[in-house]
């Protein structure tokens, strides 16, 4: 099922991939537990599982994209993870968006800002947006379409916003960590609904 | 020595922005340890170090990131890859016949998911398996072009807070 069929949800979907993962790739048992071991995110997820067959790439992966979504101080968890919701519906993944839009929404409690960023886009000021939010918005668009062109004025609206420069890199690190996975799970597979 | 990310955006580790990244620790030696995995992996499989860079150098050159660009095309001549080489990476698809068939079907790959990610579909992998990439080969290549998407973006950052503090 392609990202246009299902459309912008909060909805849980699977992921299936295009390729065969770790586990129907006929490594014996004793090596899908070593790798399970190394990396233990690969045992519940056929993403990861699919991920898996580069292990040393998959390995600083995902303790980069850990600690560039959570980490003591800076930036919260809601603007995170509405960085990555922004930088996801500008890239076109449908998967990615609604896993971090459900994350936001447990964390922000205003479902309107979601609602907002999947009807309109990103171009147009969200009006249930704070202030903060919506220069992390604008912010972290930029950053995904024409990030060579940004200047110090870029920053400006953060600054005026109240933003530290740990809270800055924080939502940097998480909007392109999207850019990132973005690409990973758009190439790799596609959205699929779960049967009820 | 300082880290890959540092050094390209020209950031003393000592500097107030060289600390401030230190402070993210996991995420600043991860950076340091995707650059390594996925350009200079000590089992590159199917995909070699010279073919990585090279599709490091053309997604640098499209983002237009020239402190990346230059890193890679640096790396490439001191691998031995020729003018026309370079000139046709620079240029691709026009001159991809200077170009192996597997590395082309690389840049074709990274072009791709570095201009219009929503874009990509089934077929492109299956073209990846005709030009002989294995599975893993199709992995590392995917990570490598999304680790360049994240690095370049992160490097914009750190170069606007540079100018800030100018």
């Known amino acids: 099922m392609s990202n246009e069929t299902i459309g912008w949800t909060v909805e849980m979907l699977e992921w299936a991939p295009w390729l065969e993962t770790i586990h129907e790739a006929g490594h014996t048992r004793d090596e899908v537990a070593a790798i399970e071991e190394a990396v233990p995110v690969v045992k519940g ?16 992966r995902t303790a980069l994209f850990s600690n560039a979504m959570r980490s003591a101080g800076g930036a919260s968890n809601a603007e995170r993870e509405l960085a990555a919701v922004v930088t996801s519906r500008i890239n076109g993944c449908v998967y990615c968006a609604s896993v971090h839009a459900r994350a936001y929404n447990v964390y922000a409690r205003k ?20 202030v903060r939010e919506q220069v992390i918005i604008n912010f972290s668009a930029k950053l995904t379409r024409d990030h060579s062109a940004m200047t110090a004025a870029d920053l400006a609206p953060l600054r ?25 799970m758009l190439t790799l597979g596609e959205p699929e609904r779960i049967e009820p | ?65 020239p402190a990346v660009s ?22 691709f698809p026009s001159a991809s016949d200077q170009l192996e068939p597997h590395l082309t079907a690389a840049l074709t790959h990274s ?56």
């Open chain 2, 1 to 65: 020595m300082t880290d890959i990310i540092n050094q390209l955006a020209g950031i003393a580790d000592d500097s107030p922005l060289g600390t401030l990244r230190a402070s993210r620790d996991v995420t600043f030696n991860a950076a340091a340890g995707s650059y390594r995995e996925l350009i200079t992996p000590a089992d590159p499989g199917g995909l070699s170090h010279v073919e990585r860079n090279a599709v490091a150098y053309r997604i640098a050159l499209l983002e237009t990131s």
């Open chain 1, 160 to 184: 005026a916003a109240g933003l530290t420069d740990l809270e800055i890199l924080d939502v940097t690190q998480a909007a392109a960590m999207f850019a990132w996975a973005n690409r990973l």
């Open chain 1, 45 to 60: 997820s056929r993403y990861f599982a699919t991920l898996a067959h580069d292990l040393p790439a998959l390995r600083e």
């Open chain 1, 111 to 130: 479902p309107a800002v979601i609602e907002e960023i999947y009807a309109e886009g990103v171009d147009t000021p969200i009006a249930a947006a704070d």
């Open chain 2, 111 to 166: 072009d791709l998911l570095t201009r219009a990610p929503r874009e990509a579909t089934a077929a492109e992998i299956a073209a990846l398996r005709a030009a002989g990439f294995a599975t893993r080969d199709i992995i590392s290549l995917s990570q490598l072009i999304a680790f360049v998407s994240f690095e370049v973006r992160l490097l914009s950052a750190l170069r606007i807070l540079q100018e800030e503090q100018a």
């Open chain 2, 70 to 91: 230059e890193h890679h095309r640096q790396r490439l001549e001191a691998a031995g890859v020729t003018p026309a080489q370079l000139a046709a990476i620079e240029s």
